[in-house]
T-cell receptor, first 110, second 113 residues
Framework: GQQLNQSPQSMFIQEGEDVSMNCTSS?????WLWYKQDPGEGPVLLIA?????ELTSNGRLTAQFGITRKDSFLNISASIPSDVGIYFC??????????FGEGTQLTVNP | SAVISQKPSRDICQRGTSLTIQCQVD?????MFWYRQQPGQSLTLIAT?????????ESGFVIDKFPISRPNLTFSTLTVSNMSPEDSSIYLC??????????FGSGTRLTVV
């Protein structure tokens, strides 16, 4: 089946630093999504990307849909303590089904 | 985006029993999905809940173990049958689509003892 390779697996950064994480796949996806999951909660959608090459921002977050439709990255600028959590990429295939990456655990030290 | 209510939020169950999880959406949606998140892992799609027909299961998941109902366009249930400790996971309901958003419920945390 389709797989998404997400990296890095974990990150430990200082408050104020910028963060970058990415996902790659051997398969093409119609849509790329980035989620954040806090402990005890379901994933919350951060950014949705619908077109190859699309670059979209949401506050301090910026994400891009790769030209080949097989990859995407998420950048977080000027990190703050509440950015702590697990970030997941997801690719949408036929029938709106989602395949998830393994997740990036982000820790922000104040 | 759609708002999803899922219950129960958590449960502790005896092995060999079954648990039914309910998912209510605040608007009519065509596509509803059930995902599983094993401890410390990512999310894996169990099945697509189809309104008016049988659910479509992903590889590795079967109807006898995870029967799903979808009686209307706003509601679905997932049953985890004949549970074993390996079924201890978070089960999540979701809706997806460019017009309704890609939203998840808060999940049901299941522990099987």
């Amino acid at each position: 089946g389709q797989q998404l390779n997400q990296s890095p697996q974990s990150m430990f950064i200082q408050e104020g630093e910028d963060v970058s994480m990415n996902c790659t796949s051997s398969s093409i996806f119609n849509t790329w999504l980035w989620y954040k999951q806090d402990p005890g909660e379901g994933p919350v959608l951060l950014i949705a990307l619908y077109k190859a090459g699309e670059l979209t921002s949401n506050g301090r977050l910026t994400a891009q849909f790769g030209i080949t439709r097989k990859d995407s990255f998420l950048n977080i600028s000027a990190s703050i303590p509440s950015d702590v959590g697990i970030y997941f990429c997801a690719g949408e295939t036929s029938g709106s089904r989602l395949t998830f990456g393994e997740g990036t655990q982000l820790t922000v030290n104040p | 985006s759609a708002v999803i209510s899922q219950k129960p939020s958590r449960d502790i169950c005896q092995r060999g029993t079954s648990l039914t999880i309910q998912c209510q959406v605040d608007s009519q949606v065509t596509m509803m999905f059930w995902y599983r998140q094993q401890p410390g892992q990512s999310l894996t799609l169990i099945a697509t809940a189809n309104q008016g027909s049988e659910a479509t299961y992903e590889s590795g998941f079967v109807i006898d173990k995870f029967p799903i109902s979808r009686p209307n366009l706003t509601f679905s249930t997932l049953t985890v049958s004949n549970m074993s400790p390996e079924d201890s996971s978070i089960y999540l309901c979701s809706v997806a689509g460019s017009f309704i958003g890609y939203t998840f419920g808060s999940g049901t945390r299941l522990t099987v003892v």
